[in-house]
T-cell receptor, first 115, second 113 residues
Framework: GAVVSQHPSRVICKSGTSVKIECRSL??????MFWYRQFPKQSLMLMAT?????????EQGVEKDKFLINHASLTLSTLTVTSAHPEDSSFYIC???????????FGEGSWLTVV | GQNIDQPTEMTATEGAIVQINCTYQ??????LFWYQQHAGEAPTFLSY????GLEEKGRFSSFLSRSKGYSYLLLKELQMKDSASYLC??????????????FGTGTRLLVSP
């Protein structure tokens, strides 16, 4: 079946630095990818929706200059957390859907720890 | 905007049946998903409903009533491994026209022997 891969699965970075998380659809073309953040014991919170070739649509309260999303191809979207702070430490999950199916597939998630 | 409600926690016994309810309010409903999520892992897809009625898949069934803004996930013959969070998610067209998936708070299910 369809697979979405995220990398890295875990990353530790220093406060003030930037970190990039990749989301790849491995065997299908993803016209739309979603980025979520999940704090411990809470549900997934949608951060932004990215469509290939166009600017991402950010949810209210999500800083677009801090969380840079690039969906340059039909199989790759990246989330860059710029000038990371400890409060950005969270579980980040991407998901993707193909244009021909309603099902949305999730990546394995990326644990970000900012120290 | 969107509003999706689920019970926070439920408990059940191994071998029993449990029903997890989800009510929603959205401006551009375009389908409802149920996901299972074990702690520290990404959600896994369980079911998708876009039309009214019951969708059955093995031990799991999902029901949708669009007029009532209501769905439930039914788990039969519960197993210990079913202890997880169950997330109700609604696909919404949104104001921009782009479809997005919005999650409820999730229901933590604990299955006991």
């Amino acid at each position: 079946g369809a697979v979405v891969s995220q990398h890295p699965s875990r990353v530790i970075c220093k406060s003030g630095t930037s970190v990039k998380i990749e989301c790849r659809s491995l065997d299908f073309q993803a016209t739309t990818m979603f980025w979520y953040r999940q704090f411990p014991k809470q549900s997934l919170m949608l951060m932004a929706t990215s469509n290939e070739g166009s600017k991402a649509t950010y949810e209210q309260g999500v800083e677009k200059d801090k969380f840079l999303i690039n969906h340059a191809s039909l199989t790759l979207s990246t989330l860059t957390v710029t000038s990371a702070h400890p409060e950005d430490s969270s579980f980040y999950i991407c998901s993707a859907r193909m244009s021909t199916s309603p099902t949305i597939y999730f990546g394995e998630g990326s644990w970000l720890t900012v120290v | 905007g969107q509003n999706i409600d689920q019970p926070t926690e439920m408990t059940a016994t191994e071998g029993a049946i449990v029903q997890i309810n989800c009510t929603y309010q959205t401006s551009g409903f375009n389908g409802l998903f149920w996901y299972q999520q074990h702690a520290g892992e990404a959600p896994t897809f369980l079911s998708y409903n876009v039309l009214d009625g019951l969708e059955e898949k093995g031990r799991f069934s999902s029901f949708l009533s669009r007029s009532k803004g209501y769905s439930y996930l039914l788990l039969k013959e519960l197993q210990m491994k079913d202890s997880a969070s169950y997330l109700c998610a609604v696909r919404d067209r949104g104001n921009t026209g782009f479809q997005k998936l919005v999650f409820g708070t999730g229901t933590r299910l604990l299955v006991s022997p």
